[in-house]
């Protein structure tokens, strides 16, 4: 009698372990689906490349795919509509000043910054310049976004900086967002590819 209870209760156990089992399958598959889906809407590209300047310049790449993510999508061609270019979006000021400050011997064309390599090296050697005059990396894209002109005067100015260094507000909307889609974006990246 004991051994047929048993047998009953361990047959009434199998269905629930099948089903245990089915929903473990499905999670893990379901997991597996949202991680290809959020690496498909956050992708890597120039990987080599862009591991090499964010090491060169000492930046964590997931800083780098985030800034390239959110100016152009990882479109080479991208032009907006303040004229901005390339990959990184770079204006043709701000090119023009970059290769002043790397001293470059030919100076390129604003065209050539449709060249991945160019872009990247030269958005990256942008954020490096940033940096030796904004330390906070929330200031630094600021500044990246808005101009350096800008973001001086918001650290100068108390209703938007309290120590100098950090930006506790910034007046732009835009700017003020963008900071926020490139500080998002690169925890994704971080998440999504384990990388610094």
Request: glycine residues 0%; hydrophobic residues 50%.
């Given at each position: 009698m004991v051994n047929e209870a048993n047998g009953r209760r361990k047959r009434g156990l199998l269905p629930?372990?099948?089903?245990?089992?089915?929903?473990?399958?499905?999670?893990?598959?379901?997991r597996a689906g949202y991680r290809k889906y959020m690496q498909a809407v956050y992708p890597v590209g120039y990987t080599e490349l862009v591991h090499a300047c964010a090491e060169e310049y000492g930046f964590p790449p997931s800083l780098i795919f985030a800034v390239i993510r959110t100016e152009s999508e990882f479109d080479p061609s991208a032009v907006s509509s303040a004229g901005a270019r390339g990959l990184m979006q770079m204006t043709e000021n701000t090119f023009e000043w970059a290769q002043r400050r790397a001293a470059v011997e030919q100076e390129l064309t604003s065209d050539q910054l449709f060249d991945p390599e160019i872009s990247v090296r030269y958005g990256v050697y942008v954020?490096?310049?940033?940096?030796?005059?904004?330390e906070n990396t929330n200031t630094l894209l600021a500044a990246y976004n808005a101009g350096m002109g800008n973001a001086a005067k918001w650290l100068g100015d108390s209703r938007y900086s309290e120590d100098g260094v950090t930006l506790k507000?910034?007046?732009?909307?835009?700017?003020?967002?963008?900071?926020?889609?490139?500080?998002?974006?690169?925890?994704?990246?971080?998440?999504?590819?384990?990388?610094?």
């Open positions: 629930l372990f099948i089903l245990l089992a089915v929903v473990a399958l499905e999670f893990f598959l379901l954020l490096s310049l940033l940096r030796e005059r904004f507000r910034i007046p732009f909307e835009e700017t003020r967002e963008y900071v926020e889609k490139v500080r998002d974006a690169q925890s994704m990246y971080q998440e999504l590819y384990k990388m610094e």
